[in-house]
């Protein structure tokens, strides 16, 4: 499974993200592959999830990818509801 971390620029913001959904699918006991890009590249990358914020989405759409939204890319618990709703 590939999930990508999305920001606007693909440095800092979707790093820290990135950071958070990898201690979060570890706790979840999940494997994936996990990175982190800008909301342009991420259109043409080929994952399973993207995790991004919802004013970023509108430039996802059209992706296969399914788009799960995040409001704090800090707040680990948002995270986890995100992505244990989506992972099952």
């Not at 959904?21 to 399973?48: F, I, K, P, Y």
Request: glycine fraction near 6%; charged fraction near 15%.
């Amino acid at each position: 499974m590939k999930i990508l971390c999305v920001c606007g620029l693909g440095q800092g913001t979707s790093l820290i993200l990135r950071m958070t959904v990898e201690e979060v699918l570890q706790e979840l006991g999940v494997s994936a592959d996990v990175e982190h890009t800008d909301v342009s590249t991420a259109s043409s990358m080929n994952a399973d999830y993207i995790v991004t914020s919802q004013e970023l989405s509108a430039s996802l759409q059209g992706v296969r990818a399914k788009v799960m939204i995040v409001n704090n890319y800090f707040d680990k618990n948002e995270i986890q509801t995100a992505l244990s709703s989506h992972l099952g």
